[in-house]
């Protein structure tokens, strides 16, 4: 807030003129620095439509530095005269003045002094004429009293020239009286006191405007991975839709479980060292459901169950060979297994967890990423079903076209009645992954910038809720 | 799902019509397949080696179609005009003819049993070759090597112009140095020993060197003069190499799987017999084996399987007379009829389908015929009551207080190097209880972690331009190995913070464990609730770190960070941590 005698002073002067006055005039006749008034203009513009304030520009000359020196001491070459006593000065000692160089030739070229190369002693210095007129310094002190005006544009400019003066810029306000206007002023308050609740003197004070334009100060609090809220979301989508979350920590899996149980044959290229992480250390899974085992070697090497099998080798040391797993329906097999060890009710499974593949990394594919999958086992599913469910999930998650965004099908009966399940339950499942549908939503082209050490915090921080995930794929 | 490309205005010219791009997406999509991409070979120079590199390449136009991965009848253009020919009601047979005299006789010495015990072969007899459909028959072989037969490992293809050479033939297996032949495009002779040498810097067939490479004995195809036709799975003799000209193709598979071997060689034959002068028919071979007893292929095994109206009917969800599903199911190359006894469907499985192994397959071709669009979605009845996995609720309502509690959450990969998770703690790989990776492309993935700690450090050292204090967790699982599970290790979930700031804020992280215990109703006591108690532990300041004991039990460690382990995550800042297992607060 700007000094009250200020801002009063300034409003009995517009009081005075009816079209208003200017903030760099007010500045001059008051005798005070242009910005003191610029201030004064704004906290009366704070106080509401006291006055108004147009923005204006003008161009003005103003003296450089070197300008203000000359106005105040005289000119270089003025100043080479008078230090010029009537016996001479020894040239040598002139140009040991600061000024002493350029004032030299300026008074030479105007013939104030005259050099007597031959003087004994060396180069000597002597007035030729009584007295100078400083015009130079002249001119400056008319610009510097605000008479520029007085001078030709021509004797400006040579100024200019000599870097003595300037052509500056100036904002000033025009002032004009406001809807409001009044030689008073109200001090205001800035903010409301537990004195002024308990005193009631809130009633009689005006209070200063907030600026509504700025930003607030940033709460000081903890935030959720993106990754993870998506996650959440998606949890909830099962959950509301009666789907019970499988035990899917265990990254570690026999390729027994997470290939030969799904019928899927040894040579299959998803089984070689370039797709999968196997393990070195465990290298090998022991103890399987020896029966079971018997089973799915048998529709692998064989058939059976009305499957022709793949007619190869089946090998039980494929079988044990430790991976970390690439799909979470490994788990979907075990939970399977374990459902038809017991007298079969229907159920609907779901997980969201890790995965693994030894793939090529790019900028959307990374070693590991999370799968979401959801399973459903129960007598006599179809097909149509099976779009039924997907329909109403991708529903849930706000998407009319959900063809491209993962897979689904049903699982083939080599793969369920081995396990020992009715030969006329049905188990549908569908997957997908959680990154893609992520990084849509949150906008973010690498993935590396989502998931991992080299995660953009700041991108977590400002990440919104996610309610709907994607709207679209 | 492999990609076939095939060029547009042949196709059309096979399907005797001509389509609209949108006409011919909708057929591949009814037939269950998926136009991928309209381009040009042209386009897809340009596009991997520049506008320069592509002005003298062809713009005739290309159709990128995606077939299922199973369907290797789908995988040239003979195999896709004929599928959407059926589709559209036209049918064609496979027949075998008698062979000319027995020529091809496979000495199955033991040697070739332990290198690639299988051998069929086969005769296209007066076939016509043009420009465009050798291209075929060659694309066709590359397709079926990089497919079926997992880049030749499983099953190699050799095709030979028969009239340069003469049966019977032998399949046997040599010491590299002692086979020497004239190899495809080369002009000279080589061993064995050289050629695998030679082959080492051919961008091509180095891939394929590996499957014979550390064996003693090399697979290899001599002619009754002892003409070399092939050294498989690697490369062909010169001497008999196919041409334009060629009229008549003997072909030979050899395989470590003798069902793959047979699919293969009915796959080629059944494509290009159809440009012999009797189209559709393929010439038998006969091969003996060590044993004496002789097998005749190709096989092209016609199959019948019977299956119910009913079964496709409900599988599908759908409700279609008996008659209809036979019909749907012959559009598919499946030859089918109703016979009359109740709705009993009688289906014929060509050769070209060894996709169908049981009737679900069945099933799904009729499905595809009557159209995934045209089937009525409806909701399973099947009535469940949800529960969470009790660690997840954990989790889930842990993470949330724990941001409330002013951190933020990281997410970091569960594999990373032996380094992360031993040297730059302080400790040695041995002790550490970790699963070991055997095939990691990078040291990224040697080990799966055993810590969260290192993960939530690395997280800070890239992002350390962000104003401090840094506050971060992570509630995930690391990998220990275990005994006692049938895979010997198992997950364990971990919760971890730490404390970035120009002071180490052991009371932070202290504070933050308060804070946890109290979201997990334990009181802070010995004995029946938590406290923590000093520890040494090499990761640590010494003096500055602590055991936590909940109910008795250790469940964790926190305290400030030593020195050593700042550097050596190219941190500068002193950083307090916690880590603890959660799963013993279930």
């Known amino acids: 807030m700007a000094d009250t005698g200020v801002l009063e002073t300034l409003l009995q002067r517009v009081e005075k003129v009816d079209d208003g006055v200017d903030s760099l005039a007010v500045a001059t006749s008051l005798g005070v620095d242009h910005q003191v008034i610029v201030g004064a203009v704004k906290s009366l513009q704070a106080l509401g439509d006291v006055i108004s304030a147009e923005l204006r520009s003008s161009k003005h000359w103003e003296l450089t530095e070197e300008g203000t020196e000359i106005a105040e001491q005289g000119s270089h070459e003025s100043r080479v005269f008078s230090c010029i006593p009537q016996e001479g000065l020894a040239q040598s000692e002139l140009m040991k003045l600061p000024f002493g160089k350029i004032g030299f030739s300026k008074a030479m070229s105007s013939k104030w002094i005259r050099v007597d190369k031959a003087h004994e002693g060396g180069p000597r210095i002597f007035r030729t004429v009584e007295s100078i007129d400083d015009q130079v310094r002249e001119k400056l002190l008319l610009v510097q009293k605000g008479h520029s005006t007085q001078l030709e544009e021509k004797e400006k400019n040579e100024l200019k020239k000599r870097k003595l003066l300037s052509e500056v810029t100036v904002k000033s306000y025009w002032i004009t009286k406001g809807n409001s206007f009044s030689t008073t002023i109200t001090k205001q308050e800035t903010e409301l006191t537990p004195e ?121 040391e494929e079988a044990q060979k430790n991976i970390l797993r690439t799909h979470t329906t490994a788990v979907s097999a075990r939970m399977l297994y374990k459902l038809a060890q017991q007298k079969f009710t229907p159920v609907k499974y779901f997980s969201i967890d890790r995965v693994f593949r030894n793939e090529t990394l790019d900028a959307t594919h990374l070693a590991e990423f999370h799968q979401i999958e959801g399973v459903v086992a129960d007598y006599g599913l179809t097909l149509g079903d099976l779009m039924g469910v997907l329909h109403q999930f991708f529903t849930k998650l706000g998407l009319k076209k959900w063809v491209e965004v993962g897979n689904s099908g049903v699982f083939r009966p080599e793969m369920l009645l081995p396990m020992g399940l009715p030969e006329d339950v049905s188990v549908i499942a569908w997957g997908l992954s959680l990154e893609r549908p992520t990084m849509i939503k949150y906008g973010i082209n690498n993935i590396r910038e989502l998931v991992g050490h080299k995660v953009n915090l700041q991108m977590v921080y400002d990440s919104p809720i996610c309610r709907n995930p994607p709207t679209h794929f | 799902m492999p990609t076939v490309g095939v060029k547009r205005d042949l196709l059309f010219k096979a399907l005797g019509r001509s389509y609209t791009d949108e006409e011919f997406d909708e057929l591949c999509f009814e037939f269950g397949l998926e136009l991928d991409e309209i381009t040009s070979e042209k386009e897809i120079i340009s596009r991997e080696q520049g506008d320069t590199k592509a002005s003298g390449a062809s713009d005739v136009i290309l159709y990128k179609i995606d077939v299922p991965a199973n369907r290797y009848d789908l995988l040239c253009l003979e195999g896709l005009v004929r599928g959407l020919q059926v589709f559209k009601n036209k049918c064609n047979r496979y027949q075998c003819d008698l062979p000319v005299d027995p020529m091809f006789a496979a000495l199955h010495s033991p040697q070739t049993e332990a290198v690639r015990p299988h051998a069929v072969a086969a005769v296209l007899r007066n076939i016509t070759f043009t420009q465009e459909r050798y291209d075929s028959f060659i694309e066709l072989q590359e397709k079926l090597h990089q497919n079926i037969c997992r880049k030749r490992s499983l099953v190699a293809i050799g095709t030979h112009d028969l009239d340069t050479i003469s049966g019977p033939f032998t399949y046997t297996a040599k010491r590299p140095g002692d086979i020497s032949f004239k190899p495809l495009n080369q002009t000279k002779e080589y061993t064995a020993t050289q050629l695998m040498s030679l082959y080492k810097t051919d961008s091509h067939l180095r891939h394929y060197l590996h499957i014979i490479e550390d064996k003693p004995l090399y697979p290899v195809i001599y002619d009754s003069n002892g003409v070399v036709l092939s050294m498989p799975p690697i490369i062909n003799g010169d001497h008999s190499k196919i041409s334009l000209k060629t009229k008549n193709v003997f072909i030979e598979c050899t395989a470590t799987d003798q069902t793959k071997a047979k699919t293969v060689l009915d796959m080629m034959v059944t494509m290009f017999s159809e440009y012999c002068a009797q189209p559709f028919t393929v010439e038998e071979a006969e091969v003996v084996y060590p044993d004496g007893k002789t097998c005749i292929y190709p096989e092209l095994a016609y199959r019948k399987e019977k299956l119910s109206g009913k079964f496709i009917n409900q599988k599908v969800g759908i409700n279609e007379s008996t008659e209809k599903i036979a019909h749907l199911l012959t559009r598919m190359c499946l030859l089918s009829q109703a016979t009359g006894a109740g709705d009993e469907i009688e289906v014929e499985i060509p050769p070209t389908r060894s996709d169908i192994i049981h009737a679900c397959d069945i099933m799904e071709d009729a499905a595809i015929a009557y159209g995934f669009n045209n089937i009525t979605r409806t909701t399973p009845r099947t009535y469940t009551v949800a ?200």
């Open chain 1, 196 to 316: 002024m609740i308990a005193s009631g003197n809130w009633k009689e004070k005006k209070f200063k405007p907030y600026n509504f334009e700025a930003m607030g100060v940033a709460p000081d609090c903890g935030h959720l991975h993106p990754l993870m809220k998506v996650r959440t979301q998606f949890r909830q989508i099962f959950l509301e839709m009666g789907f019970t979350e499988m035990p899917t920590n265990n990254f570690i899996e026999s390729s027994f479980w997470n290939f030969d149980s799904l019928f899927q044959p040894q040579q299959h290229p998803a089984r070689d060292q370039h797709d999968t992480f196997f393990l070195s250390d465990p290298a090998h899974a022991h103890e399987f459901p020896q029966d079971y085992l018997e089973r799915v070697k048998k529709v692998h090497s064989e058939g059976g169950y009305g499957s022709q099998g793949y007619k190869y080798d089946w090998k039980i």
């Open chain 2, 387 to 586: 529960n969470q996995f009790p660690l997840n609720k954990l989790t889930e309502l842990l993470r949330q207080d724990l941001a409330a509690a002013g951190f933020t959450e990281a997410l970091n990969f569960a594999l990373c190097s032996q380094e992360d998770i031993a040297e730059k703690l302080g400790k040695k790989i041995s002790e550490m209880r970790a699963v070991h990776i055997s095939n990691p492309k990078t040291a990224e993935f040697q080990v799966a972690r055993t810590t969260l700690l290192p993960g939530l450090l690395k997280t800070i050292a890239a992002n350390r331009k962000m104003p401090l204090p840094l506050k971060l967790f992570e509630i995930s699982d690391v990998v220990l190995k275990d005994e006692t599970k049938d895979v010997g290790a198992r997950n364990s979930r971990r919760f971890c913070a730490v404390y970035y700031n120009k002071s180490p804020g052991f009371e932070v992280i202290h504070g933050l464990l308060d804070r946890t215990m109290q979201l997990l109703e334990v009181k802070p006591a010995r004995g029946e609730g938590y406290h923590i108690q000093t520890a040494d532990d090499s990761t640590f300041f010494p003096g500055r770190c602590a055991d936590i004991f909940v109910r008795g039990k250790n469940v964790g460690r926190l305290g400030v960070l030593h020195p050593d382990v700042i550097n050596r995550f190219e941190l500068t800042m002193p950083c307090s941590a916690l880590e603890m297992d959660i799963e013993p607060f279930l």
